[in-house]
C-alpha cells in the first residue's frame, strides 16, 4: 500500500537586494560571506552565482499555518539584515531594469565553476524563483505524482507571473523569467517517467558519464527532490506577496493530497506528452492570468482563470480536509485583479516610471509581515 | 513503404554588411511560400526591398536530384546573392550570428513573421540568428516519423560541424553556437520528443491548430521534423555556413544519414530511440563546446572527443555516399574535423585579431564570398 504522504511543506526564495535610492540591484552577500556560508541568528543564507541574489529557505513545516509563519519569520529576517546596510529586499522574478551583465559574480569556486561551464548563459541567468517542496515518502508515488502534475503547472505559473520587465524594457511576456530559464539544459517541463527506475536510469546515465555530479543537477519544473523526501515544485516566479506564496504552496499541498486519493481508487489524472504541456507553459509565460490555454482533455481553448477555477474545485475537498480554505483565498482575488505582472505592468503605465515599479515591488514584499 | 527519393532541397538566409563600419545592413530570408526572397533592412536609407522587389534573384532552390544538383543551385544562388550585395555596395555573410550587430531585429518583419512575433513577443525581436534548413525527400510520412525518431541522435554531433555562431552583440558568448539558444527560447524548438507514429505526430500538431495555439504547421520548428506540406524530411540544426563546402559536406552528411536510417528500417533493424532528455543533453555539449569538446556516446555511457564520435558516423553513412553519388561532398567532413568548424576558426581570428570583432565579419565575409 502507498502510504499517506506526509505533505509537509518548505519554501525556498531567492530575493533580490536593491539599493532604496538608484533601485538597482546592489552586491550584499559578500559583506557576509565567511567560508563559503553564513549563518545568522540561526538562519544559513545561500549565496547564490550572483553576489546580489539570497536564497533562504523555510525549514520544514507540517501545516500551512506553520509555513506562513516561517515565510513571515524568514523575509522580516532578510528584510532586516539588508536594512542594517541601507537596503531593501525585492521579491520579484526579474528586476525590472538592472542589467545581468553588470553584476558581480560571488567569487566562491563552485560559482567559477558554473560560469565556466554555461559561459555567458550563467552570468545572463538573473531570475529570480520560488521552489516549494511537498512531502512525499514514497518515490513511486512521487514519480507517479510528477507525471500527472506536470499538467497544472502552467496554470500556476501563470498565477505566479511577476516578471514582465527585462533590461528597461516591457517584455510583452508576465514571465521573462521561464522563458530565460529555459536557455540551460535540464530545464523546463520534463518528460514522462514511466517508473522510479526509469528516472534513476535517467540520472544515472547522465551522472555515469560525468556531465552532472548528481541529481540536483536536473532543472526541471518539477522534480524529486534529490535528499529531501519531497516533490519539488519549481516552476513559479517568486511571489512579491507573501499571501500569494502562500496561497500557491496551498495548492501544491492540496493537489498532492487529491492524487493519492485519486490514484487509491485506482484511478489518475490523464498523463499528456510534454510537447502539449510546453504550449501551455508558453501561453503562461506569454499572457499569464490574461490570455487562455488549452483544455487537451476536451481539445478547446478556454480562458487560463476558467481553468484554474475548475482546478479549485477539483481541489476542493482536499482544502476542505487540510483545513486550507482562508489561506487558498487570495487565488480568487488574483483571478480579478490579476497577478503581480499585471500589477507590476498597472504601475508603470500610471508613472512611466520603472523605478516606481521597484518601489511598488519593495512595499509588497513587506506587506503582511 | 515507398523507397525515399533522397532528393535536396537547401534554404539559407544571408547578411548584408556595410563594408566600412561592418555592421548588419539587412538580411534575407527565403519566405515561407518559398517563391521569392524577402528582405529585411536596418534603415531606411537603404531600400534593398525595392530592388529585391523587381526579381532580381531566383528564388527557392527547386529540388535537387542528388548533391551534384544540390551543389549546381546553390552556387547560383549564392552568386546571385553576392551580384545584389555588391550592387549594393554591401558585402554577404553566411554566420549564425553578426558578430557585434546591436540591432536587435525590427517589428516591420516580413507578413509571415509578423504572428510570430506577436505570438513571441520580445524573444522573436532578439532572434537576428541565420540557419541552414536541409531538405531530404522522404515521401512515405510514417517512415518519415519513424527517421524522425532515430536521426535525433545524431542532430548534436551535425552540429558540432556546424557551428559559427560564438559572438553576439560584441561579446565572445563562450558558446559556439550561440544562435542554437537564441532559437531553443521560442516556442516549439529543439529536439522532438519521439513519436509513436504519423498518426501521433499529425495529431499534436492537429491539436495545435484546433486549439489556436498556432495558425498553422509552419509554426512549428523542431531540429527535425516531416515538412508540413512537402514530402521531405527538414533538418534545421545547423547555423548558416559561410564556406558553400561546408554547407555541401553537412547536407551530404544529413542525406547519407537518412539513407542509413531507411537501410536500417528495411532490414528490421533500427537505431535504437533515445530519450529526447539524453539527446538534449548532447545538444547542450554541441552548442558550447563544438568539436573541440566531448559527446556522450549513450550506447556505451562513455563520453568520447567529437571528432571521434563523427569519424564513426561517417564510416556507418560512406557505403550510402556511394550509392548517392556524394563522395567528395562527404570527404569534405573530414577538411573540417582537422580544420575545426567555422565556430572554431572566427574564434581563432578574433585571438589573433586581438579581439577585433571587424576581423572576423571580414573573415566571414572572405569565406561567404569565396564562391568558385
Not at chain 1, 503547472?153 to 505566479?160: Q, R, V, Y
Not at chain 1, 493530497?257 to 506569454?286: C, M, V
Not at chain 1, 482575488?333 to 520603472?354: E, H, I, K, N, P
Not at chain 2, 532578439?126 to 541522435?153: C, K, P, Q, W
Request: net charge negative; hydrophobic share 40%; with cysteine.
Amino acid at each position: 500500500m502507498i502510504a499517506r504522504p506526509s505533505l509537509s511543506l518548505g519554501i525556498e526564495e531567492e530575493y533580490q537586494i536593491v539599493d532604496p535610492t538608484t533601485r538597482e540591484m546592489r552586491s550584499f552577500i559578500t559583506q557576509f560571506l565567511d567560508n563559503e556560508r553564513v549563518i545568522m541568528v540561526e538562519r544559513e543564507l545561500k549565496p547564490e552565482l550572483h553576489q546580489s541574489m539570497v536564497e533562504l529557505g523555510t525549514p520544514a513545516c507540517d501545516t500551512i499555518a506553520q509555513l506562513k509563519e516561517e515565510l513571515v519569520k524568514q523575509r522580516s529576517f532578510i528584510i532586516g539584515l539588508a536594512a542594517q546596510k541601507d537596503l531593501a529586499v525585492v521579491a520579484a522574478a526579474t528586476h525590472p531594469f538592472s542589467r545581468w551583465l553588470d553584476q558581480p559574480v560571488t567569487p566562491l569556486p563552485r560559482y567559477q565553476g558554473v560560469l565556466e561551464e554555461m559561459q555567458l548563459l550563467a552570468q545572463r541567468l538573473l531570475i529570480f524563483g520560488m521552489h516549494v517542496h511537498v512531502g512525499i515518502a514514497d518515490r513511486a508515488f512521487a514519480i507517479d505524482a510528477m507525471n500527472v502534475v506536470r499538467y497544472i503547472l502552467p496554470h500556476i505559473l501563470a498565477l505566479s507571473t511577476s516578471s514582465p520587465f527585462w533590461l528597461g524594457r516591457n517584455t510583452g511576456l508576465k514571465s521573462y523569467r521561464s522563458v530565460v530559464f529555459e536557455d540551460f539544459p535540464r530545464s523546463g517541463i520534463p518528460d514522462i517517467c514511466r517508473s522510479v527506475a526509469d528516472y534513476d536510469n535517467l540520472v544515472g546515465s547522465l551522472a555515469n558519464v560525468g556531465v552532472i555530479p548528481d541529481a540536483s543537477k536536473i532543472w526541471w519544473d518539477v522534480r524529486p527532490h534529490h535528499k529531501y523526501p519531497t516533490l519539488e515544485f519549481r516552476i513559479c516566479d517568486i511571489c512579491p506577496r507573501v499571501d500569494e506564496a502562500i496561497a500557491i504552496a496551498t495548492i501544491f499541498q492540496a493537489t498532492v493530497l487529491w492524487l493519492w486519493k485519486l490514484r487509491r481508487k485506482n484511478l489518475t489524472f490523464r498523463i499528456y506528452r510534454r510537447d502539449q504541456i510546453e504550449e501551455n507553459r508558453w501561453r503562461a509565460s506569454r499572457y499569464g492570468l490574461d490570455g487562455k490555454m488549452v483544455d487537451f482533455g476536451k481539445s478547446i481553448e478556454a480562458p487560463t482563470c476558467d481553468l484554474i477555477r475548475e482546478l479549485l474545485e477539483m481541489i476542493s475537498e482536499e482544502i476542505d480536509e487540510l483545513g486550507t480554505q482562508t489561506y487558498i483565498a487570495p487565488i480568487e482575488r488574483m483571478l480579478q485583479q490579476g497577478s503581480s505582472a499585471d500589477r507590476q505592468l498597472r504601475v508603470f503605465a500610471d508613472t512611466g516610471d520603472l523605478k516606481a515599479v521597484v518601489d511598488h515591488l519593495i512595499a509588497e514584499t513587506k506587506e503582511g509581515l | 513503404m515507398a523507397y525515399p527519393s533522397f532528393n535536396i532541397g537547401i534554404e539559407e538566409e544571408y547578411q548584408l554588411i556595410e563594408p566600412t563600419s561592418r555592421e548588419l545592413l539587412g538580411y534575407v530570408r527565403q519566405s515561407m511560400s518559398r517563391d521569392r526572397m524577402v528582405v529585411n533592412e536596418r534603415t531606411d536609407a537603404t531600400d534593398f526591398a525595392q530592388q529585391l522587389g523587381d526579381s532580381v534573384i531566383e528564388v527557392g532552390t527547386p529540388v535537387a536530384a542528388d548533391i551534384k544538383e544540390a551543389r549546381v543551385q546553390l552556387l547560383r544562388l549564392r552568386t546571385q546573392m553576392l551580384h545584389f550585395a555588391q550592387s549594393n555596395g554591401c558585402r554577404l555573410a553566411a554566420s549564425g550570428t553578426h558578430p557585434f550587430s546591436h540591432w536587435e531585429g525590427r517589428s516591420e518583419v516580413m507578413p509571415g513573421y509578423r504572428a510570430i512575433l506577436e505570438d513571441a513577443q520580445m524573444i522573436a525581436r532578439r532572434i537576428l540568428a541565420f540557419g541552414l534548413r536541409v531538405h531530404i525527400g522522404v515521401e512515405d510520412r510514417e517512415l518519415a516519423v519513424d527517421v524522425m525518431n532515430t536521426m535525433r541522435y545524431v542532430l548534436p554531433h551535425i552540429l558540432c560541424l556546424a557551428t559559427s555562431s560564438p559572438f553576439w552583440n560584441g561579446r565572445n558568448t563562450g558558446l559556439k553556437s550561440y544562435r542554437s539558444v537564441l532559437m531553443d527560447a521560442l516556442p516549439r524548438t529543439g529536439i522532438p520528443g519521439s513519436f509513436a507514429g504519423y498518426q501521433e505526430y499529425h495529431g499534436y500538431i492537429d491539436t495545435l491548430v484546433r486549439t489556436n495555439s498556432i495558425p498553422d504547421a509552419r509554426r512549428v520548428r523542431y531540429d527535425i521534423m516531416p515538412h508540413h506540406r512537402f514530402p521531405t524530411l527538414v533538418i534545421r540544426i545547423c547555423d548558416m555556413l559561410p564556406n558553400y563546402l561546408d554547407t555541401l559536406a553537412v547536407t551530404a552528411l544529413i542525406q547519407a544519414t537518412v539513407a542509413w536510417m531507411t537501410d536500417l528500417r528495411r532490414r528490421n533493424l533500427a537505431f535504437r530511440t533515445y530519450e529526447r532528455l539524453l539527446i538534449a543533453e548532447n545538444k547542450w555539449r554541441a552548442v558550447r563546446y563544438g568539436l573541440e569538446g566531448k559527446l556522450i556516446d549513450w550506447g556505451i555511457e562513455q563520453m568520447a572527443p567529437a571528432t571521434d564520435l563523427l569519424r564513426e558516423l561517417l564510416a556507418f553513412v560512406t557505403p550510402f555516399a556511394q550509392k548517392l553519388n556524394s563522395e567528395s561532398e562527404l570527404a569534405h567532413i573530414e577538411t573540417i574535423l582537422q580544420r575545426g568548424a567555422n565556430a572554431e576558426q572566427q574564434l581563432q581570428v578574433w585571438n589573433s585579431a586581438g579581439g577585433d570583432m571587424k576581423a572576423v565579419v571580414d573573415f566571414i565575409v572572405a569565406e561567404t564570398e569565396k564562391i568558385a
